[in-house]
């Protein structure tokens, strides 16, 4: 396995765990929603365009029929699971936030089921059932003292479908284009309906603190830019069933990154119901991966 590879998926998945924490500090300092997700995308943006103007760096111009799909994966993929995180965390916790994403790979799994006519075994159908349980914690975890299901919850559910259905749908871009140049697309694609923020950004921006706009530079030049980056190199240059799993660490490192840096810890229920879903991902996966192993054997 290629070491430098190793090394920038590890690298990536760090970035990405702190942007939980990070988009809740840039919140805490004054930050509303809308406008920090529009000056995240537009500093990604704006690092995407100024990457694609280097010398050796030439952007293939995709055809019509790829341009909707990238126009409507960057609108789900991008616009809504940014949204949707960055709405969320205002009202449950970054480590609640990143262990209800970090399930995604369970809707991905029913998507590619429904719509890619993937078949899966019944012990898979168990697993998945499990990580659903998972999910139900956290989600009453979450719960405020009235025991009703929080916006939050609501917003990040609907973001880790969003990812979900962004993860299936993209694959076949991935044989036509280069995958920092595809990302690039989607940024710029995903950061158009974002514009929409844009009224009240300026006097939004001279009531935050410094702080929050540390972090806003942060989250936006980091998770969201050079991580992309990172990520397509790494897949690059090692294999993508080795590297993937790494993702799971994800959930953990951001509780401990919003520890250090935020002073917030999920409560017990959401991290009970965080490990079972995250562990039933893994089950899952490696349960499949076995079978169909043992079936080309």
Known sequence: MNRKALVLAFITIVIWSA????????????????????VRFLIASSIFGLYSLMPHVHFKLPNIRDA????????VGITVYHVGITFGVQTITAGTAAMIVGAAPIFTTIIAVIVLKERMAASSWIGLAIGFSGIVLITLGSAGPAFTI?????????????TSIFFVFQKP?????????????????GTLPMLIFLPGLLSNMMIATAEAHIAAIFVGVFPAGIAYATWAIAL????????????????ALTIIIAWFWLNEWPNTLSLIGGTIAIASVLIVNTLGRRRRKTRLE
């Open 19 to 38: 942007a939980f924490p990070g988009v809740r500090a840039s919140l805490q300092g004054g930050y509303t929603p809308e406008h920090l997700v529009l």
């Open 68 to 75: 909707v799909r990238i126009f409507l994966l960057g609108f």
């Open 150 to 162: 929080s916006k939050g919850t609501i917003y990040v559910l609907i973001a880790t479908i969003a």
């Open 173 to 189: 871009l991935f044989k036509r284009y280069d995958p920092i140049e595809l990302t690039a697309y989607f940024t710029w694609a």
């Open 236 to 251: 690059s240059l090692g294999d993508a069933s080795k590297i993937t799993p790494m993702m799971y660490l994800e959930p």
